[in-house]
């Protein structure tokens, strides 16, 4: 189970905003390397504690879950069950567009049998080829030649300033929106929002920056956004913007469904993945949150350690700062 995109590692008509003006927080289970890990967590936390279902979790993870979990899944991070490779809904090449929308059609029927009424993804990649979903396969593709104009910094293939206004980048970018539109339209007939992420500012990644996010908040009433914001936080460094202003113009959209929260280490001529706790390496995560509650966005815990820990100084922070006005 327990896997994410490159943790720890070099870089890599309908309502506006989610469920509640004041939402409790939820935990991605990517925190477990396996079920029986998940179910001991389950068992001992509070019985309203929320979830969301992780891209890493098997058909066999969830069937040893769904009881404790039904009704109580907030969000399913696509593709769930785990697939091999991610949706790329920029590809050109047929085969992988039609994989992505039944990879994703897969998750639909998840997102409904535990009651999540949103289903997060990767939009898409910077090329026509299928991206694994496991790293290391992924790492080796995006070493590519196709992939080298766009790095800026040599450790961890990150990009920056005007890469995401090429023409090439452009031209995945608008195809993977036209898609995903459809896909949302598809998802709104069942019930179920589709929240678009933000992804690392990685050359072969898609959608990094504020703009971006502003521009797929717009194709559809029923595509929203989930804003991570340790990708954010990344991106800020890599683009040059500042990185609480770029959380208040997203969530400015109005189109903010949940938020994946955890800290990072990140900093100028430095690009971690990190998903660790968010009081580590100083990132600003009360700032962050001050931004965020009030939105009606969900606040989902995703990180790779200390899940106990991070809930309380979540819910500690929660209690006693008032939001701030975006």
Known sequence: MHSIDAAGANLETGPTCANQIEPAPALSLVAFDRASTAAEFIASAAADLRYELSYTMTGEDLRALEERLRGRVVSVHACCPATECFPNFASADPEVAAASFRDMDETLATAERFGASIVVLHPGYATDCAMPSSYAARKAILALPEFSEGVMHAEGSICGPG???????????????????????????????VAAENLNPRAGYLFHTPEEMAEIAAIHPNLGLCLDVGHLYISSFAYGFDFLDG????????????????????????????????????????????????????????????PARNLRLLERILAEKPGVQT
């Open 163 to 193: 890469y995401n206004l090429t023409e090439r980048y452009r031209g995945f970018a608008v195809r993977a929106m036209d898609r995903l539109g459809e896909l949302a339209e598809r998802y709104r007939a069942r019930g179920v929002r």
């Open 247 to 306: 959380v208040r113009r997203i969530i400015a959209t109005g189109k903010v469904l949940t938020c994946h929260l955890h800290g990072n280490s990140s900093g100028p001529d430095r690009f971690r993945d990190d998903h660790q706790s968010l009081d580590r390496d100083g990132f600003p995560f009360e700032e962050v949150l001050g931004i965020l509650r009030g939105s009606g966005a969900n606040l989902v815990l995703e990180l790779l350690e200390e």
